[in-house]
């Protein structure tokens, strides 16, 4: 069974790089056709894609944020990372990572996630 | 910066049909198609829908798809109390380089 759990500190301070990592646990995310992405929802909005790797180790991320955002993968091939840097408030918000299987039954959608953790930035 | 708009709340009674609307742009829905997704309180997100209407396993048959031009559905038949969530819809959208995007999110409550 595939799981996914976020792990990271709970608060930023503004100016400064939010940092987290997706452990994965019942596959290894070099397995082709699958690709692995962060998501967010800040309070009370709605939810942003925030970018992916994929099982090459390319990358793709939001216009929105992609002048401030890295995911890469861990060499044991059982995590991947998220960097924001210079965040501000508004990047206060739930952190989920999720596998987005390309090809299968089930595609091109986040079908497994984790239960995601919260990150404030503030002072 | 969703380019997909849902309305903020649906509601019905239980045993209801409730249908929630995704209106998008010939960029993201008229190209492509749309996954649904349900949000429960302090629970990780779940596809409800692949592909416009294809049912993940365990996602019961209550719920249903559509997509025509550019804009979605989700249909929840004979609604019951765990249904109350939010709703968001999702797809790729083909402008600036290629993004996901999701819907701004519907509320949906069982009266």
């Known amino acids: 069974q595939v799981q996914l759990r976020e792990s990271g500190p709970g608060l930023v301070k503004p100016s400064e790089t939010l940092s987290l990592t997706c452990i994965v646990s019942?596959?290894?995310?070099?397995?082709?056709?699958?690709?692995w992405g962060w998501i967010r929802q800040p309070p009370g909005k709605g939810l942003e894609w925030i970018g992916n790797i994929h099982d090459d180790g390319s990358t793709h991320y939001n216009p929105s944020v992609k002048s401030r955002v890295t995911i890469s993968a861990d060499t044991s091939k059982t995590q991947f990372s998220l960097r924001l840097s210079s965040v501000t408030a508004a990047d206060t918000a739930v952190y989920y990572c999720a596998r987005r299987p390309v090809a299968g039954e089930i595609s091109h959608a986040f079908d497994v996630w984790g239960q995601g953790t919260v990150v404030t930035v503030s002072p | 910066q969703s380019v997909l708009t849902q309305p903020p709340s649906a509601s019905g009674t239980a045993g209801q049909r409730v249908t929630i609307s995704c209106s998008g742009s010939s960029s993201n829905i008229g190209r492509n198609d749309v996954n649904w997704y349900q949000l429960l309180p302090r629970t990780a997100p779940k596809l409800l829908l692949n592909k416009n209407n294809q049912r993940p396993s365990g996602v019961p048959d209550r719920f249903s798809g559509s997509r025509s031009g550019t804009s979605a559905s989700l249909a929840i038949s004979g609604l019951q109390s765990e249904d109350e969530a939010d709703y968001f819809c999702a797809t790729w959208d083909n402008s600036l380089n290629g993004f996901y995007v999701f819907g701004t999110g519907t509320k949906v409550t069982v009266l």
């Open positions: 019942g596959v290894s995310i070099t397995t082709a056709n699958y690709h």
